[in-house]
């Protein structure tokens, strides 16, 4: 069974990519902008952009798992920012699902984001989409065109939803905090009472292989995660005993920290570490029997091993 996945030579894509070789089923053709070497030998490599036309490339391809797209970066919020995210996050996504089903590709798993509930609370997937800020409307918009297209057009659609993933070559906010908690420089978040849901790399990447063969993922939606949400001082005591350092931290009052991080234009980054973000994965369960093969200390060692 032949795979194309975009976005192959990212943080989920190469995960995704070594678990699919390693499966021994699969064949992979890896979408990418550049060629690395990173990508295991025997896979074999496409480059082109995703406003290109893909169906020639796409005959004979059972599975496409879309993975490419414009990320959530807190400090750009420019207008060429936002054209950017329209025409990555959601025409490029469209033109492939359309290519996709020109090409007769049986099965689309787009990957989408928590985020399409909004920036705080517990979600199933029942609940409302309530996306905040460029990045997440254009996750959003990017599932609805391509729910429109798999229902004109007979694809088989799949969108998965996880929160913020972690793992080897983990980058942004995840890295700053194994730095600072590698630094011994005291971190003021003990007073912190929040709870979020993470997905290791290689938990989700488990979970997209579970979605490409399932009868009973056609046309779901799904949210991921490593089934064990944690308070950011929970996270950062894992984590320095991961990394065999030193858990320091003292507390200050977290209205007190929002405050300074509104003032210092940081209020976003403030959310991620003082604000509670869960995704409920009874669904994944029940309607796929997936269970998380990692727990989150392995997933935090192999993400700390990695650095």
């Excluded at 390693?22 to 030998?41: H, K, Q, S």
């Excluded at 469209?94 to 798993?109: D, E, K, N, Y």
Aim: with cysteine.
């Amino acid at each position: 069974m032949k795979v194309l996945v975009t976005g192959a030579n990212g943080f989920i894509g190469r995960a995704l990519v070594e678990r699919l070789v390693r499966d021994g089923r699969y064949t992979v053709l890896a979408a990418i902008r550049r060629d690395y070497e990173t990508l295991p030998a025997q896979v074999k490599r496409t480059a082109g952009d995703l406003d290109s036309d893909w169906t020639d490339r796409l005959r004979g391809v059972k599975f496409v798992v879309h993975l490419a797209g414009r990320a959530h970066v807190v400090h750009k919020a420019s207008p060429d920012s936002l054209d950017e995210y329209h025409r990555v996050n959601i025409t490029g996504t469209a033109h492939l699902a359309r290519s996709a089903a020109t090409a007769g590709v049986r099965r689309f798993v787009y990957i989408s984001s928590l985020k399409v509930h909004g920036e705080t609370g517990c979600f199933t997937e029942r609940d409302d989409p309530m996306p905040v800020g460029a990045y997440a409307k254009s996750k959003h918009e990017a599932e609805i065109a391509v729910r429109r297209i798999a229902s004109d057009e007979g694809l088989d659609v799949v969108i998965v939803r996880p929160p913020l993933v972690y793992g080897p070559g983990v980058q942004a906010n995840f890295k700053m905090l194994m730095r600072a908690i590698a630094s011994g420089v005291p971190l003021p978040l003990r007073a912190v009472r929040n709870r979020r849901s993470l997905v290791g790399v290689d938990n989700l990447a488990d979970f997209i292989m579970t979605c490409l063969p399932h009868p009973a993922a056609a046309n779901e939606t799904f949210l991921v995660a490593d089934g064990e949400d944690l308070s950011t001082p929970d996270l950062v005591r894992r984590l320095a005993r991961a990394m065999e350092r030193p858990a320091r931290m003292f507390s200050i009052p977290p209205a007190l920290l929002r405050g300074g991080a509104f003032l210092c234009g940081g209020r976003n980054r403030a959310g991620a570490l003082l604000d509670s973000l869960q995704a409920d994965i009874t669904k994944a369960r029940t309607h796929l029997s997936w269970s998380p093969p990692f727990a989150v200390d392995e997933g935090l060692r192999r993400a700390v091993l990695s650095q």
